[in-house]
T-cell receptor, first 114, second 116 residues
Framework: KQEVTQIPAALSVPEGENLVLNCSFT??????LQWFRQDPGKGLTSLLL?????REQTSGRLNASLDKSSGRSTLYIAASQPGDSATYLC?????????????FGTGTRLQVTL | EPEVTQTPSHQVTQMGQEVILRCVPI?????FYWYRQILGQKVEFLVS????????KSEIFDDQFSVERPDGSNFTLKIRSTKLEDSAMYFC??????????????FGPGTRLTVL
């Protein structure tokens, strides 16, 4: 059974710092991995998707990497801003079946302070 | 930009009552999902739906749950007889299919269900 873990559970950084969020998964036979942002009491906003054949994806100040063989992904946020404060979730899709479910991690709650 | 919408945003019900949660997926998407998140816990998969039938379901999705696509735009989750432990945020998601379609699942804003 796929287990997804995120470290740290919570993180507080001053504005402007670069930071790394970690995601690990137990079954390396993934199809893709998706990073989401969740604001308190709100829905999930997709940030980046990495296919299993890719090593990284970039969008603006965000860069996600994937090391499938070691079961790890990282989300790098450059020059953090208070508006980045949210919970960040990673989710893996295990099967190659097109309808396959996502298995979510525990999330990292990020606070960026002024 | 197209988005998944859900109604209502918040539903309060008495234990034992039936509830129907509604979702309008992105218009050209053909894969639909329901997930839930109990307060303070992980987002959990409930069910996926394609071509008018369930593709996959979790052990949470028991006989009390059902899904339906009653017309060309809506996708619903029905809980027949709600329990206290059904209190959670319920998220609908959809995904495209075919050449050029993204593999991303796009999520709605959620419906917060409170069972009293």
């Amino acid at each position: 059974k796929q287990e997804v873990t995120q470290i740290p559970a919570a993180l507080s950084v001053p504005e402007g710092e670069n930071l790394v969020l970690n995601c690990s998964f137990t079954d390396s036979a993934i199809y893709n991995l998706q990073w989401f942002r969740q604001d308190p009491g709100k829905g999930l906003t997709s940030l980046l998707l990495i296919q299993s054949s890719q090593r990284e994806q970039t969008s603006g100040r965000l860069n996600a990497s994937l090391d499938k063989s070691s079961g790890r992904s990282t989300l790098y946020i450059a020059a953090s801003q208070p508006g980045d404060s949210a919970t960040y979730l990673c989710a893996v899709r295990l099967s190659t079946g097109t309808a396959s479910k996502l298995t979510f991690g525990t999330g990292t709650r990020l606070q960026v302070t002024l | 930009e197209p988005e998944v919408t859900q109604t209502p945003s918040h539903q309060v019900t008495q234990m034992g009552q039936e509830v129907i949660l509604r979702c309008v997926p992105i218009s050209n998407h053909l894969y639909f999902y329901w997930y839930r998140q109990i307060l303070g816990q992980k987002v959990e998969f409930l069910v996926s739906f394609y071509n008018n039938e369930i593709s996959e379901k979790s052990e949470i999705f028991d006989d009390q749950f059902s899904v339906e696509r009653p017309d060309g735009s809506n996708f619903t989750l029905k809980i027949r007889s709600t329990k206290l432990e059904d209190s959670a945020m319920y998220f609908c998601a959809s995904k495209g299919v075919g050449a050029g379609a993204s593999n991303e699942q796009f999520f709605g804003p959620g419906t917060r269900l409170t069972v009293l």
